[in-house]
Structures are given as C-alpha cells and as structure tokens.
T-cell receptor, first 113, second 112 residues
Framework: NAGVTQTPKFRVLKTGQSMTLLCAQD?????MYWYRQDPGMGLRLIHY???????AKGEVPDGYNVSRLKKQNFLLGLESAAPSQTSVYFC????????????FGQGTRLTVV | SQQGEEDPQALSIQEGENATMNCSYK?????LQWYRQNSGRGLVHLIL?????REKHSGRLRVTLDTSKKSSSLLITASRAADTASYFC????????????FGKGTLLTVNP
C-alpha cells in the first residue's frame, strides 16, 4: 500500500519555466490538498479538492493551478515559475476532510533560479 | 492566515525527560490534530482530539484540549532520541469541514 506518492521528489526550474507536480493516492480518499512549507512559515494551503472534478483555493493560491480529473490524482501546476515559489511542496489526502487524519506524501523540493 | 500557533518554537531536552508543547488557536474548532515531521520527510499523524473531548492518550503521548482557553498541549513522556522532530498542531475551523490549517511547529531535540 503506497499511500500518497508525489513526483518528482526534486526539481530545479529556471524563472519563467512551467512544470506540473503529480500527487497520487491509492486510499480512495475524496479530499486532497497541496501545501507549501517554507522556513519559519509552517505549512500553508495552496489549493484543495473535495472530490473528483472539484478544486478550491486555499490560503496562497496565486501563481498555481490545480486539476482533479481522476479521484486518485491531484495535479499542481506552475505556469511561469518565480523564485518566490522555491519551497517544499506537500500533497495530502483524507477520507473525511478536516474531520479525520490526513496522509502526507514525502514532499517535492522545488528550486526556482 | 494560520489558525494554530505552537509554543515554544524550539525545545531541547535530555533522553528520558518529558516534553510539553502547546498550541493556541483563534476561532472555534471541530477538532485539533497533532502531527510529527522528521527532517526531510512528510508529516505523520499522531493524534486527533475532538472539540467535546478534554484529554486523549496514545502510547507515550497525552493530548489535552481546553476550548475555553482555545489551547491544546502535547506531552511526550520518557522521550527518546527518535522523538527528535518538528511537531505541528492542525485545526479544522468551525465553519469548515474541508480545510486543515497548520501552525508553524515546535522543533523538539532529544539529546542522548
């Protein structure tokens, strides 16, 4: 049972480049989340999804887009990367949203130069 | 904005001692959760306490919740070097069943 898997684990981008981070979960969870973690800032919610085909903005959505075309996958896109998006990105999923425990992936370390 | 705030930001203790971390939050909650993060890894769920509960235990962990003071504490008894990690509290805002909001964490170092 893999749980929550994020790809890639590391990536270096040049300013202005685009990329997509993939999150896959095999627990049949309805709820999925993307967070970013920066030193001294804790985890901040970027976007989330309450089911297949749905997405919603979190605390820091600017510069990111998401899609949930399949229940098991939640994609985070950066259309034009900026140095301010250098961060560690975590995906999480939950069976009952914020009413139950969340399962996290191992993170993607993204550097934008 | 972040709902929960952990205190202290960093804590260093000797193996065998108890470690206490606190979390304060601002608005009403449905539940409060504690997570652990080892360096360079994802977060791992430790314990969930609902708003109508006052205390919960799990192994060497004890969590209390005081909704009148909008605060929670996590106690780790008989700490081990392997407990070295960052600990985060997370809350589900009273008006939301979807969003889990995290604090900035407490970095616990347990010295052998």
């Amino acid at each position: 049972n893999a749980g929550v898997t994020q790809t890639p684990k590391f990536r270096v981008l040049k300013t202005g480049q685009s990329m997509t981070l993939l999150c896959a979960q095999d627990m049949n969870h309805e709820y999925m989340y993307w967070y970013r973690q920066d030193p001294g800032m804790g985890l901040r919610l970027i976007h989330y999804s309450v089911g297949e085909g749905t997405t919603a903005k979190g605390e820091v959505p600017d510069g990111y887009n998401v899609s949930r075309l399949k229940k098991q996958n939640f994609l985070l896109g950066l259309e034009s990367a900026a140095p301010s998006q250098t961060s560690v990105y975590f995906c999480a999923s939950s069976h009952e949203g914020a009413r139950a425990e969340a399962f996290f992936g191992q993170g993607t370390r993204l550097t934008v130069v | 904005s972040q709902q929960g705030e952990e205190d202290p930001q960093a804590l260093s203790i000797q193996e065998g001692e108890n470690a206490t971390m606190n979390c304060s939050y601002k608005t009403s909650i449905n539940n409060l959760q504690w997570y652990r993060q080892n360096s360079g890894r994802g977060l791992v769920h430790l314990i969930l306490i609902r708003s109508n509960e006052r205390e919960k235990h799990s192994g060497r962990l004890r969590v209390t919740l005081d909704t009148s003071k909008k605060s929670s504490s996590l106690l780790i008894t008989a700490s081990r070097a392997a407990d070295t990690a960052s600990y985060f509290c997370a809350t589900a805002d009273g008006g939301s069943n979807y969003k889990l909001t995290f604090g900035k964490g407490t970095l616990l170092t347990v010295n052998p």
